[in-house]
């Protein structure tokens, strides 16, 4: 495996994952490509997970595995494993691109037309926004002290006294964050190097303004880029929800996000998006081997 000297022209992906399976091998596979190099970050929870029969799936770029840590749903730990990735790949050296993706995601173009869309839009960045209004601000002014014990529904007793918690704060008036103007959208994103590496200047603020928060892993980024002047460089500058900002393909309307099936072959095929989200090949299989027959 070759060292790399020389990232100026290349694409770091950042893989967050929470398990070693069909679609996970697959993103890895369709990512080798001599401009590439893959940061993954895979769920200490998974105790089954084999780095070096992952590193043997490529064969044309580097691939590195970063400090895992526990993760949980909604908790600052999913900021952590973010920043762990940003970390880890800037150490490196200066990429062209830094892209988030999940380990339910696939590319839906080839990797020569990925790489010719951010050589074209070089500079650019590519950051959801949800609202011009953040409506969110229950997650932010809050101690959410139980949410790493929570996730999405922990024990009953633990989300009884996080209630009491909450209520308690809200009867003293509590507001932890005065004075930040925040926003939120999606948690995917490719960067370039300046604001990856602005984002990792800024990792102590981050941690003193999101620790103890809720699901802020959709805020930090959208909180640092609105209020910098990366915000003049947002590829799609309007904070309307729009799944082409981030260039990445979710349907929330069928699911939360809808798992994508054979019948959605057509729709994948025709999206203008780089990437597509989620796939299970639990549910189904085939979408996932045939988009590896079409963009690999």
């Known amino acids: 495996m070759k060292n790399t000297i020389d990232c100026s022209n290349r694409h770091a992906f950042l893989i967050m994952a929470h398990k070693d399976d069909v679609v ?3 993103l890895i596979r369709m990512l080798d490509n001599p401009r590439n190099d893959i940061f993954i970050h895979m769920d200490l929870k998974n105790k089954n997970y084999k ?3 992952i590193s043997s799936l490529v064969k044309n770029c580097n691939i590195y595995h970063c400090p895992r840590i526990k993760v949980t749903w909604g908790g600052y730990s999913m900021i952590m494993a973010e920043l762990l990735l940003l970390k ?3 150490e490196k050296g200066h990429y062209k691109y830094y892209h988030l993706l999940s380990g339910q995601d696939l590319p839906i173009k080839k990797q020569e037309y990925i790489q010719r869309f951010f050589d074209d839009n070089g500079g650019k960045e590519f ?3 949800q609202s011009p209004t953040f409506s969110f601000q229950s997650r932010v002014r809050y101690y959410h002290l139980l949410q790493e014990k929570i996730g999405k529904a922990g024990p009953f007793v633990i989300r009884a006294c ?9 009867g ?3 507001n932890r964050n005065t004075g930040v103007v925040f926003q939120k959208g999606a948690n995917w994103f490719s960067i370039t190097d300046g604001l990856a590496r602005y984002v990792l200047s800024k990792e102590m603020w ?3 303004t999101f620790k103890h928060t809720k699901c802020c892993d959709e805020v930090f980024l959208q909180t640092i880029v609105t209020n910098s002047e990366y915000n003049d460089n947002l590829f799609h500058d309007r904070y309307d929800d729009n799944p082409c900002a981030i260039m990445r393909l979710a349907d929330f309307k069928r699911g939360n996000p809808y798992i994508f099936r054979k019948s959605d072959y057509s729709e994948l095929e025709k999206s203008n998006c780089l990437f597509a989200r989620k796939f299970d090949a639990a549910i189904d299989q085939k979408i996932v081997n045939d988009i590896f027959e079409k963009y690999r």
């Open 24 to 26: 996970f091998r697959t």
């Open 51 to 53: 780095e070096p029969e």
């Open 88 to 90: 880890e790949a800037s």
């Open 127 to 129: 950051v959801q926004f």
């Open 162 to 170: 996080n209630k009491v918690l909450l209520g308690a704060q809200k």
């Open 172 to 174: 003293l008036g509590i």
């Open 206 to 208: 981050i941690e003193k």
